[in-house]
């Protein structure tokens, strides 16, 4: 099992420039999420999804949109970067009594 | 309501000794509460967890305390050691609600050899 697998693991982008970070999982969960980790400030949920086809919003959805056409698959798509949304991204899939299990996370520098 | 506040925000421990890490919630209706690990340069891994039917819950040197009444949970690491070094989280979860997390803000704890 490979588990949670998130690329790239590092990407720079000029502001206004459009990417997708990818994720996927082997795990056969339903459950799939995005976060991003900022210091001092935990992890705050972006986008999150309860199977394929059905994604939903978390605390901090602008600028970012999600779509789950399979369940192994949850790329994450930055419209239009801007230097806030500088920061790690994780992607994680839940498994059994609401573990979630993490990718090794994309660090995003927008300039 | 949906905070969970967490405490120290940095902690330096000697080896071998206790570190203690708390944090407090305001909703009664949280029914889970994780903790994870992160290392440097890796996802979060999920520690230990509890649910409020018990008050205290022990997995080797990591021990969960948890006082419903004061609506506060601890993490407990015996003997710790410099590999115990690393953020910890602690989070809350909401019946029902699609295994959303309620995130703390996290807490670096180094352990001094």
């Known amino acids: 099992n490979a588990g949670v697998t998130q690329t790239p693991k590092f990407q720079v982008l000029k502001t206004g420039q459009s990417m997708t970070l990818q994720c996927a999982q082997d795990?056969?969960?339903?459950?799939m999420s995005w976060y991003r980790q900022d210091p001092g400030m935990g992890l705050r949920l972006i986008h999150y999804?309860?199977?394929?086809?059905?994604?939903d919003q978390g605390e901090v959805p602008n600028g970012y949109n999600v779509s789950r056409s399979t369940t192994e698959d949850f790329p994450l798509r930055l419209l239009s970067a801007a230097p806030s949304q500088t920061s790690v991204y994780f992607c994680?899939?839940?498994?059994?009594?609401?573990?979630?299990?993490f990718g090794p996370g994309t660090r995003l520098l927008v300039l | 309501q949906q905070q969970v506040k967490q405490s120290p925000q940095s902690l330096i421990v000697q080896k071998g000794g206790i570190s203690i890490i708390n944090c407090a919630y305001e909703?009664?209706?949280?029914?889970?509460f994780p903790w994870y690990q992160q290392f440097p340069g890796k996802g979060p891994a999920l520690l230990i967890a509890?649910?409020?039917d018990v008050s205290e819950k022990k997995e080797g040197r990591f021990t969960i305390s948890f006082n419903k009444s004061a609506k506060q949970f601890s993490l407990h690491i015996m003997d710790s050691q410099p590999g115990d070094s690393a953020t910890y989280f602690c989070a809350a979860s909401l019946p029902a609600s699609n295994y959303q997390l309620i995130w703390g803000a996290g807490t670096k704890l180094i352990i001094k050899p």
């Open positions: 909703n009664t209706a949280f029914d889970y």
């Open positions: 999804s309860v199977g394929a086809g059905i994604t």
């Open positions: 994680a899939s839940t498994g059994l009594e609401e573990t979630q299990y």
């Open positions: 509890i649910r409020p």
């Open positions: 795990m056969n969960h339903e459950y």
